[in-house]
């Protein structure tokens, strides 16, 4: 009898170094591409907020268009179903009498309960995950996945000396889809989609491609070299590696950059920045495994420390914030880039964060709900655990951090131009609406 398997393709949208598809693809006769665009993304959240705004959408959107191509070119489709991927699958699975279903390991809360759903339906399935998106695997962190180092200086001393996987080699064969090519009709990868109606010019080019490029080209441009001194800089092209948009889609994984690292230090040698890069790659690696260690305490407001901070919701302060409408330029400048490119350095967030928090007392989820609507890099361990480390409710050591505003914008805007390229010179003057009729006459 011929083995039938589903892929489900989640945030690993790329063929090289991609383990899991290449394992289904020397295990089963026949294999199913999906992705599956659930509609709850586009529908208002807990916040108001939705989970992807159109330059999400249309960063996605490319990015699959390009997976179908190359799939195409190995005598497979990419199945996108505008669908909850519990039903999609499940009637897949049972139409196509599936054996295994396979997908990369997947560390946000949600994604897990859909995994383990779809599980407890079908019984007398297959379910086969790999880490494919990380630079360890789960088995070479001892302590998880019931403990992870309290703090990212111990995560860090822990696991930087342990080896990394090479990448897996370009998949080459596929086996062919059991779809007539009829049911391709049913599903769809094109404007028809209304999830796809978007089209955004963005300064990123999505897929697998355009993340190889950059992945060549920041190398070979030599900025690595001063990737220490140059991160922090609000804005320039080469001041950090730009990676995050594809790594969050998957179409690059952390160990194809770990390796092009390595292969940079043994030709031009390393330095303290060379290390930075590989150090910020581990602050990633942290997340995810706080991710997946801290489950559903990710999105709660008490963190995980459990701490009650104060606060409330002020709905007219986060419309301002969410718009580039405060009194504060260089948050103004900030949000005014993440709402027109999908992009913030990393700088840039931590500023907004710390305002939002700070400035105008307002309840970090609403900031991270915002976050997560907006960066074409989204990744849930990364977004939501830096959330809470600002917030003081998560792993740092040192409680919340507070920006100073105006020390910031003399440090990291002294000239102004960042400023004014995003037209925020000119800021409100009050946070707050004042009705003087509201006012006591003296
Ligand atoms: C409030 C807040 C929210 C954030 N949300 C996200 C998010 O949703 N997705 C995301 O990828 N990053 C997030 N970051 C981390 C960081 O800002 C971005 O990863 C970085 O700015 C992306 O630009 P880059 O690829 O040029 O980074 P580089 O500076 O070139 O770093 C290389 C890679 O290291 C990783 N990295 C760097 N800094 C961090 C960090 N502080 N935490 C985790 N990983 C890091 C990223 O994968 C990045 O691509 C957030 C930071 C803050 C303060």
Redesign the pocket.
Known sequence: MLKVGIYWFCNDLRLLDNSMLLKAATEVDKLICIYCFDPLWLLPNRYGLVSMSVNRVSFLKESLIELDKQLHELGQHLLVCNENPINAIKDLAIEHKVSTIYRSCQIGYYENQQWLALRNQLPSINFVQTDTLSLYDQDQLPLLPLELPKTFTKFKIAVQDLAVKKPAPLIEFLPPSPLKQTDWLRYFVNDLNPAFKFNVELEFNAGETAGLKQLKEYFNSGCVNQ?KER?NELDGWGN??????W??NGNLS?RQ?YFNLKLYEQGFGANESTYW?FF??L??E??RWYAHLHGKRLFAFKGIKGLNTLTSFYPERFQKWSNGNTPYPLVNACMKELNATG????RG??IV?SCLVNELAIDWRY??AY??QQ?L????G??W???Q??AGVGADPRGKRHFDLEKQTKQFCTDGIYINKWQASNPYLYLDSVDAADWPIV
């Open positions: 990737y991160r950090s590696s730009k990676f995050s948009p790594l969050a952390p950059i890069l910020e790659l602050w990633r942290y997340f992009f913030l350095s990393n967030r931590q964060a900031g991270a976050f997560e960066l890099d989204y990744d849930v990364s977004n655990g830096n959330w480390y600002l």
